[in-house]
């Protein structure tokens, strides 16, 4: 198999190959640096870290992990601020980019107590500062986003940059993301629900773009940086289309909490809402041993749609 081709990140005079770097390390990227080099990861890879129904469907059929491809990317650690991390994981889809560079390992992300005075990308034998090049967005400061300043310029050739982050970086705490990648979102609700649940699920959540895109919603349908969808509105989705494929209520809450999704408590409070919303019910269903377990089934305009668009807007309706 073809190795993927390394991440490049844009520099205002062209390029640099983050495989260039031994043992790399980026230093307090600002969000739109940090979303920046998401992207090269992600093009570098896209059916392992941002899979189409496709590409999931094929993974999980071949067995494995699925994420192996993202094995042979070049490791990198990332020593950012909560404020960075948070512009990229409070968003649902590009939190699932994140999730699946973490997931394999090649992103070793810690956080980062102290700012520093600019951008760092270093290796063990050669390290630059990035600044965003002038024109492009400012200076990356504090109201700096993903879809901000790029490219950047590249100043200097310092040996001694990496060697200066050993220690912190031996201290710091590694990031948790509360967002699981696609293929692990996928992989948990088909063991546990099913293929026609896994697959409704991804179509669901999907379609919040699709559906902004074909209104001609620029700002919804602009990519990385512009997605609406929050790891609430995932976890409403997820649930929702567990009811329109009928799934076992314990088994989904079990799916999603093999995920990494949600926990049990917080579904019980989306149940609650897409009751109230006349959205959902329940139907028993009796065991050889046992009590009865009980079924979602969906209901109202959530039953009626006759697709993951008209569901998502049967949910939007609600407020959900």
């Given at each position: 198999?073809?190795?993927?081709?390394?991440?490049?990140?844009?520099?205002?005079?062209?390029?640099?190959?983050?495989?260039?770097?031994?043992?790399?390390?980026?230093?307090?990227?600002?969000?739109?640096?940090?979303?920046?080099?998401?992207?090269?990861?992600?093009?570098?890879?896209?059916?392992?870290?941002d899979p189409d129904l496709d590409a999931l469907?094929?993974?999980?059929?071949?067995?494995?992990?699925?994420?192996?491809?993202?094995?042979?990317?070049?490791?990198?650690?990332?020593?950012?601020?909560?404020?960075?991390?948070?512009?990229?994981?409070?968003?649902?889809?590009?939190?699932?980019?994140?999730?699946?560079?973490?997931?394999?390992?090649?992103?070793?992300?810690r956080t980062l107590g102290e700012p520093q005075?600019?951008?760092?990308?270093?290796?063990?034998?050669?390290?630059?500062?990035?600044?965003?090049?002038a024109g492009d967005g400012g200076d990356g400061?504090?109201?700096?986003?993903?879809?901000?300043?790029?490219?950047?310029?590249?100043?200097?050739?310092?040996?001694?940059?990496?060697?200066?982050?050993?220690?912190?970086?031996?201290?710091?705490?590694?990031?948790?993301?509360?967002?699981?990648?696609?293929?692990?979102?996928?992989?948990?609700?088909?063991?546990?629900?099913?293929?026609?649940?896994?697959?409704?699920?991804?179509?669901?959540?999907?379609?919040?773009?699709?559906?902004?895109?074909?209104?001609?919603?620029?700002?919804?349908?602009?990519?990385?940086?512009?997605?609406?969808?929050?790891?609430?509105?995932?976890?409403?989705?997820?649930?929702?289309?567990?009811?329109?494929?009928?799934?076992?209520?314990?088994?989904?809450?079990?799916?999603?909490?093999?995920?990494?999704?949600?926990?049990?408590?917080?579904?019980?409070?989306?149940?609650?809402?897409?009751?109230?919303?006349?959205?959902?019910?329940?139907?028993?269903?009796?065991?050889?041993?046992?009590?009865?377990?009980?079924?979602?089934?969906?209901?109202?305009?959530?039953?009626?749609?006759?697709?993951?668009?008209?569901?998502?807007?049967?949910?939007?309706?609600?407020?959900?």
């Amino acid at each position: 198999m073809t190795s993927p081709p390394s991440p490049t990140l844009p520099l205002a005079d062209g390029e640099i190959s983050i495989g260039s770097f031994a043992d790399p390390v980026v230093v307090d990227p600002d969000p739109a640096l940090l979303a920046a080099l998401l992207r090269a990861y992600r093009d570098a890879a896209p059916a392992a870290i941002d899979p189409d129904l496709d590409a999931l469907r094929s993974g999980a059929e071949a067995g494995g992990d699925p994420l192996a491809p993202v094995t042979d990317l070049p490791a990198l650690t990332v020593f950012a601020s909560g404020r960075a991390v948070d512009a990229i994981a409070d968003r649902f889809r590009p939190a699932t980019r994140l999730a699946a560079l973490v997931e394999a390992g090649v992103w070793d992300l810690r956080t980062l107590g102290e700012p520093q005075p600019n951008a760092v990308l270093a290796g063990r034998s050669d390290g630059c500062v990035l600044v965003a090049a002038a024109g492009d967005g400012g200076d990356g400061g504090a109201d700096a986003t993903p879809a901000g300043p790029g490219p950047w310029c590249r100043i200097g050739d310092d040996p001694t940059l990496r060697g200066r982050y050993d220690a912190p970086l031996a201290d710091a705490e590694g990031v948790r993301i509360r967002t699981p990648s696609r293929h692990r979102l996928y992989g948990a609700l088909r063991d546990r629900c099913g293929d026609g649940v896994a697959d409704e699920a991804v179509r669901l959540l999907d379609a919040e773009r699709e559906v902004d895109a074909a209104r001609g919603d620029s700002a919804a349908s602009g990519g990385d940086e512009s997605d609406p969808l929050d790891r609430g509105g995932a976890r409403v989705r997820t649930y929702a289309a567990g009811a329109r494929r009928g799934a076992l209520d314990r088994d989904l809450r079990r799916a999603c909490e093999d995920a990494g999704l949600g926990s049990s408590a917080t579904f019980t409070r989306i149940k609650r809402d897409l009751v109230e919303a006349g959205l959902l019910g329940t139907e028993p269903v009796s065991q050889p041993v046992g009590r009865p377990r009980k079924r979602l089934v969906a209901r109202g305009a959530l039953a009626n749609a006759s697709s993951p668009a008209a569901a998502l807007e049967a949910l939007r309706e609600n407020g959900l």
